[in-house]
């Protein structure tokens, strides 16, 4: 059923990473699952980023756990990760922004969940969140070489958005998305973003997929 369909993600109960329902998630994470949760191995520095950090490590839990943000729009488990990064921040960070997905895939899934991550942050720690970087055409990562896909997405800075900001001074930029691979995303939205901001940049990510 259609409506079922629309509401069952609102109301869902279960845990996002083992999918008991009564688990005591109430559509978050069970005790269980974060307990099995492995924190990160460490992330290489990305050229560009003052700060890489991520939350937890990819493999176990923490891929059932993307996988429901990527796939699956849960919207208790979000907030929560919300929390998590937003205690990650560096001191004194001015402003929050993401990484966007491409278009295609927005309108696939009927959202961006680096944006939903930002604005989880962004209400976690009552900090601006700035559509600061759009994606420049192209194909999505999936429908690429190898060797472009090495290179990462590419972005364009939404000159909009950053000139309609205050002065930041050297005030930090908190670069949001879901997971590090290679960091080759982190690194070309920093790099561009880079160029029209001074500001110190650092990047954060609910999960680190380390290269095994
Ligand atoms: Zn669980």
Redesign the pocket.
């Known amino acids: 059923m259609v409506l079922g369909r629309v509401l069952r993600p609102l109301f869902d109960q279960r845990?996002?990473?083992?999918?008991?329902e009564n688990?005591g998630?109430a559509g978050g994470?069970?005790?269980?699952?974060?307990r099995?949760l492995r924190p990160p191995l460490p992330i290489p520095p990305i050229a560009g980023l003052a700060s890489c950090q991520a939350i937890f490590d990819y493999e176990g839990?923490g891929r059932a756990m993307v996988r429901a943000l990527k796939f699956d729009n849960r919207r208790a488990a979000v907030a929560e990760m919300g929390r998590a990064l937003a205690a990650s921040l560096p001191p004194d960070t001015a402003l929050v922004t993401w990484a966007p997905t491409t278009a295609a895939r927005r309108r696939h899934r009927g959202y961006d969940q680096a944006h939903m991550l930002a604005v989880a942050v962004g209400r976690s720690a009552r900090l601006p969140v700035i559509p600061t970087l759009a994606r420049a055409a192209g194909a999505a990562q999936t429908g690429r070489s190898r060797a472009e896909r090495r290179q990462g997405p590419r972005f364009i800075v939404r000159e909009r958005a950053i000139g309609g900001l205050p002065e930041l001074g050297s005030a930090p930029i908190v670069i949001v998305d879901d997971v590090i691979t290679t960091g080759s995303t982190l690194r070309n939205a920093g790099r561009v973003l880079s160029t029209a901001l001074a500001a110190p940049l650092h990047g954060r990510a609910i999960a680190y997929r380390a290269a095994r």
């Open positions: 845990c996002v990473g083992c999918g008991v688990s998630a994470v069970c005790a269980a699952c974060l099995n839990v």
